[in-house]
């Protein structure tokens, strides 16, 4: 399914199966995955933007304000946060605990959420501890 890279090669031969059992309780890991789309979302649900006034005339309820100066650049700074397409990206867990191992069904229970939805494939590595 995957490639990864290691330092020792001599600890492995070729098209080798690495299963659960190259893990123990009790050890960290990260974790990587696809997270869940949410499709295009507004700036408030994009970025955790708060909402304008909601009375008196106020038209700015869950407007992004604000873009950028006026005439003196002209244009809108690369990078800026506005509305656009939520989720859908490579994201990593890290630090999960090991809780169980279950090499009869090949399943490691680790201790807090992953990225994605059920089904989705997963990059487990030892976590790197400095």
């Known amino acids: ?44 649900k994009r970025h955790n933007y708060s909402r304008g006034p909601m009375s008196h005339g106020s038209k700015n309820h869950r407007e992004p304000g604000s ?23 490579q994201m990593t867990v890290s630090n999960l605990k090991i809780l169980k191992i279950d090499t009869k069904e090949h399943l490691l229970i680790v201790k807090g959420a992953v990225p994605g939805k059920p089904g989705n494939l997963l ?3 030892p976590t790197k501890r400095v």
Do not use: W
């Open 1 to 44: 399914m995957k490639e990864y890279h290691v330092s020792n090669t001599e600890d492995f031969t070729i098209g080798q199966t690495i299963d659960v059992g190259t893990f123990t309780e009790g050890q960290f890991v990260d974790i990587s995955g696809k997270s869940i789309g949410k499709g295009f979302a507004g700036n408030m």
């Open 67 to 89: 873009i950028g100066q006026g005439s003196t650049t002209g244009r809108v700074y690369p990078g800026k946060k506005m509305a656009g397409k939520l989720g859908d990206q």
């Open 123 to 125: 990059s487990i590595r």
